[in-house]
């Protein structure tokens, strides 16, 4: 992962915040001023460096962390619209990363109670809500889907 | 983790994945975050 490459890797996220979804290549491209096939190549790179994740047909994002490109369990309202996040950790990255209050909307992975809460000044209006983390910190980027 | 954790750490974490001027972070400096949040020990040590 070079410079050029984290270029891409900026300019995808920027897309992708913009667009409210992942960019495509044909998108990214356009908007790095590079081919497909150069978007492409620097996608894979950023992959194996962990600075987002692709589909398993690697020509789409899967993951642009905290933003997830699928839909998932963890719904994120914030900068007037909906986000899905990879996990509860996500769901507040991605108030974090837009720098704004929101509202997460998720369940609970014991009982499958929903649960909801406001982001505000960078906290949970709930306090008594736990984070289960359930893999050691070495392990999760064995199969970051499932962390 | 205190839900008043998992926030701090995902401020800390992610807060800047959208600055035009994102560098990776490094190991160390991951580390470091984790270690300011009491988050010690094997279990949060990073490869």
């Given amino acids: 992962m070079d410079d050029g490459d984290i270029a891409v890797r900026n300019v995808t996220y920027r897309r992708f915040v913009e667009l409210g979804r992942a ?7 356009g908007a790095a001023g590079l081919s497909g096939d150069e978007v492409t190549r620097a996608w894979v790179r950023l992959h194996e460096a962990h600075a987002l994740v692709l589909a398993s047909n690697a020509t789409e994002i ?3 962390n905290p933003f997830s490109a699928v839909t ?36 609970c992975p014991d009982c499958s109670e929903p649960i909801a809460l406001d982001v ?28 | 983790m205190p839900v008043a954790t998992l926030s701090a750490l995902a401020h800390a974490w992610w807060g800047d994945r959208l600055r035009p001027d994102w560098r990776p972070h490094t ?17 949060w040590r990073l490869p």
Avoid: Y
């Fill in chain 1, 72 to 107: 998932t369990a963890h719904r994120v309202f914030a900068a007037d619209r909906w986000w899905f996040a990879n996990c509860a950790w996500d769901a507040f990255g991605i108030c974090a990363a837009l720098d704004v209050d929101g509202r997460i909307e998720t369940s």
């Fill in chain 2, 27 to 43: 190991k160390a400096q991951n580390q470091a975050i984790l270690d300011g949040l009491g988050l010690i020990g094997e279990f």
């Fill in chain 1, 23 to 29: 960019p495509t290549i044909e998108e990214t491209a």
């Fill in chain 1, 120 to 147: 505000r000044d960078k906290r949970s209006d709930d306090e008594s809500l736990v984070f289960l983390c359930p893999l050691p910190a070495a392990r999760w980027w064995d199969d970051i889907g499932f962390t």
């Fill in chain 1, 62 to 64: 899967r993951m642009a």
